[in-house]
């Protein structure tokens, strides 16, 4: 291919970080490549929660809309971030390898405050809030956005005990503190750890050289994730959990519906073959749907537009 890829990114320092890593990829292939920055308004805005500014799709549409005006030949995503369905004409062209799906509580000074009724966590996912007060009931949740390097500094500047962050995003930007506790109880949001490269749907040439950097596994797993999340008609505005792994021939997933006070939590867990897990998420979905989750689902609803 004789053109240059125009790589679409937002501007904090972790999404140019996974975008040059797709640049790397890329160039490693033979495929000239350049950096185009670009703001989104979920960057923009850090004084509302994301369920109120639009939620999932918010840190997404910016660069879709660029890819659409041909400014950018693809889009370089947190998976976590982009919604289940894709809008029209843009598709996923490659999901690369997973990193770690943990989140991780960054804390201050000592952990004592878990083993007291007092304590206050920053967070500003309902996901993260809703399955800490399952297991702190009476501990408090303060909002929190921004980018990573806000966040942390905001940590710093307050009198809060910790705040919940994705582990793989740490880790890339090497941020992670020493004073941090690996939350390995806290089931991941659908697809957290990996990076998406999105491209236009009759671009074959761009589409192609994504492939290219496609890891096969992670995408299955990902692609169970966001089925689970699909079916219970969730996204950034409700309290789903889902993780996905490959142990040899068989896919073995866990998912979570909890409510957003942390009072009722619905849990699912099975395994499927690899031949036969194209319906495994929906499948998990379902049977929490079954068991309460649509009643749970749309109680959660209510709450958040109240």
Same mark, same amino acid.
């Given at each position: 291919?004789?053109?240059?890829?125009?790589?679409?990114?937002?501007?904090?320092?972790?999404?140019?970080?996974?975008a040059r890593?797709?640049?790397?990829?890329?160039?490693?292939?033979?495929?000239?490549?350049?950096?185009?920055?670009?703001?989104?308004k979920g960057?923009?805005?850090?004084?509302?929660?994301l369920?109120?500014?639009?939620?999932?799709?918010?840190?997404?549409?910016?660069?879709?809309?660029?890819?659409?005006r041909?400014?950018?030949?693809?889009?370089?995503?947190?998976?976590?971030? !982009?919604p289940?369905?894709?809008? /029209?004409?843009? %598709?996923? @062209? *490659?999901?690369?390898?997973?990193?770690?799906?943990?989140?991780? +509580?960054?804390y201050?000074?000592?952990?004592?405050?878990?083993?007291?009724?007092?304590?206050?966590?920053?967070?500003?996912?309902?996901?993260?809030?809703?399955q800490?007060?399952h297991?702190?009931?009476?501990?408090?949740i303060?909002?929190?956005?921004?980018?990573?390097?806000?966040?942390?500094?905001?940590?710093?500047?307050?009198?809060?005990?910790?705040?919940i962050?994705?582990?793989?995003?740490?880790?890339?930007?090497?941020?992670?503190?020493?004073?941090?506790?690996?939350?390995?109880?806290?089931?991941?949001?659908?697809?957290?750890?990996?990076?998406? !490269?999105?491209?236009?749907?009759? /671009?074959?040439? %761009?589409? @192609? *050289?994504?492939?290219?950097?496609?890891?096969?596994?992670?995408? +299955?797993?990902v692609?169970?994730?966001?089925?689970?999340?699909?079916?219970?008609e969730?996204?950034?505005?409700?309290?789903?959990?889902?993780?996905a792994?490959?142990?040899?021939?068989?896919?073995?997933?866990?998912g979570?519906?909890?409510?957003?006070?942390?009072s009722?939590?619905?849990?699912?867990?099975?395994?499927s073959?690899l031949?036969?897990?194209?319906?495994?998420?929906?499948?998990c979905?379902?049977?929490?749907l079954?068991?309460g989750?649509?009643i749970?689902?749309?109680?959660?609803?209510?709450?958040?537009?109240?």
């Open positions: 291919m004789n053109r240059t890829i125009k790589i679409g990114t937002r501007t904090s320092q972790l999404a140019l970080w996974q890593m797709v640049q790397s990829k890329l160039n490693a292939f033979g495929h000239a490549t350049t950096l185009v920055e670009i703001s989104s960057d923009d805005t850090l004084d509302k929660p369920h109120e500014i639009g939620g999932m799709g918010l840190f997404t549409k910016t660069l879709d809309e660029a890819m659409l041909g400014e950018i030949d693809i889009a370089v995503h947190s998976l976590k971030d !982009v289940t369905d894709l809008p /029209d004409a843009i %598709v996923q @062209a *490659a999901v690369l390898e997973r990193a770690t799906t943990h989140d991780v +509580l960054v201050k000074g000592s952990l004592d405050f878990l083993e007291s009724v007092d304590g206050c966590i920053a967070t500003g996912s309902l996901r993260r809030k809703a800490w007060l297991r702190y009931p009476t501990h408090q303060t909002g929190l956005r921004g980018n990573v390097n806000t966040r942390l500094q905001k940590l710093k500047d307050n009198f809060w005990n910790g705040a962050f994705a582990m793989a995003g740490l880790e890339r930007i090497d941020l992670l503190p020493k004073d941090h506790l690996v939350l390995d109880w806290m089931l991941p949001a659908p697809a957290q750890g990996a990076v998406m !490269v999105a491209a236009l749907e009759g /671009d074959s040439d %761009v589409f @192609a *050289a994504c492939q290219q950097l496609n890891h096969s596994e992670t995408a +299955l797993v692609a169970v994730e966001r089925q689970f999340m699909k079916t219970l969730g996204g950034c505005t409700a309290p789903i959990g889902g993780c792994t490959v142990r040899g021939d068989q896919v073995h997933f866990k979570v519906l909890t409510a957003l006070d942390g009722e939590q619905l849990l699912v867990e099975k395994t073959s031949k036969a897990c194209d319906r495994l998420g929906a499948l979905a379902q049977e929490v079954d068991n989750g649509k749970l689902m749309e109680r959660i609803q209510k709450e958040i537009k109240s």
